[in-house]
């Protein structure tokens, strides 16, 4: 199993950046896939959610508006596109695979934000924000 993140990098507050995580090893489409971030110092937290089709998503507080994440399983991808970048958006980001298993949309929009709920994660990549 992998998950390979790629697309950080340095931006300007106001910018944008697209991440990409791609999979392999595992059947892609029978699974959520999650985006957390860690800056130095603090925990690991959640930023964003997509099901196995894409058909539901869910977000952080603090980038609803700003961060969209799809996926394509036909590519094994999901991508997190980050605009109006600050510089409180700073931090490693991951991305993770969790097993499809609950069925109503509350339960899953409880479940993805735990860091436990999810089978695999990647290595992660850099995303600074700063002028």
């Known amino acids: 199993v992998q998950l390979v993140e790629s697309g950080g990098g340095l931006v300007q507050p106001g910018g944008s950046l697209r991440l990409s995580c791609a999979a392999s090893g595992f059947t892609f489409s029978s699974y959520s896939m999650g985006w957390f971030r860690q800056a130095p110092g603090e925990e690991r937290e959640f930023v964003a959610a997509?099901?196995?089709?894409?058909?539901?998503?869910h977000h952080a507080d603090s980038v609803r508006g700003r961060f969209t994440l799809s996926r394509v399983n036909a590519k094994n991808t999901v991508y997190l596109q980050m605009n109006s970048l600050k510089p409180e958006d700073t931090a490693v980001y991951y991305c993770?695979?969790?097993?499809?298993?609950?069925?109503?949309?509350?339960?899953?929009?409880?479940?993805?934000?735990?860091?436990?709920?999810?089978?695999?994660w990647g290595q992660g990549t850099q995303v600074t924000v700063s002028s």
């Open positions: 993770a695979a969790r097993k499809e298993d609950v069925t109503t949309r509350s339960a899953w929009k409880e479940v993805v934000t735990t860091r436990s709920a999810y089978d695999y």
């Open positions: 997509i099901n196995w089709s894409g058909g539901n998503t």
